[in-house]
C-alpha cells in the first residue's frame, strides 16, 4: 500500500512495534505513526478509505472489542472497507490456553499479554 503512495496511518498501543514497523518502511513520507493505547482512535470521522487489521485485535476481549469496532467503523469513509483476521485454530498457542467464555481461548504466554482466539 504504501507504494502505491496511499497515506497510511499505524496505530499499535506499544511505542516498540511502531518503532519496528518506522524501520521496517524507511523512506516512505506517507506514513503516520500513531501510539495509542485507548480503544478510542485518535483519527478522524469518515476521514479513512480501509482499515486493515491483520493478527492485531486478537488481545481484546468481547466487550472492548465491540467498542473498538464500533469506532474503526465511524472512521471509515461511506463505502469504506474494514477487513480484520484473528488467529486461527492451528495456532500452536491456541492449545496452551483457557476458554474463558464460548469462542473465547485465552492465553498468557508473550509477554503477559492475553490473546483472545475466536473459535469457528
Request: glycine share 4%; aromatic share 10%.
Amino acid at each position: 500500500m504504501a507504494d502505491l503512495g496511499l497515506h497510511i496511518v499505524t496505530i499499535d498501543y506499544n511505542e516498540e512495534c511502531i518503532q519496528l514497523v518506522k524501520n521496517k518502511l524507511q523512506g516512505y513520507k506517507n506514513i503516520q505513526y500513531i501510539v495509542n493505547k485507548e480503544l478510542d482512535v485518535p483519527v478522524q470521522v469518515c476521514s479513512i478509505d480501509c482499515i486493515v487489521a491483520c493478527e492485531s485485535l486478537f488481545y481484546l476481549g468481547k466487550e472492548d472489542e465491540s467498542i473498538l469496532f464500533a469506532n474503526l467503523i465511524k472512521r471509515l469513509k461511506p463505502r469504506g472497507i474494514l477487513y480484520a483476521d484473528y488467529r486461527a485454530e492451528d495456532d500452536h498457542l491456541l492449545e496452551k490456553g483457557e476458554q474463558i467464555e464460548k469462542n473465547h481461548i485465552q492465553s498468557d504466554e508473550t509477554e503477559g499479554h492475553y490473546k483472545y482466539y475466536k473459535k469457528r
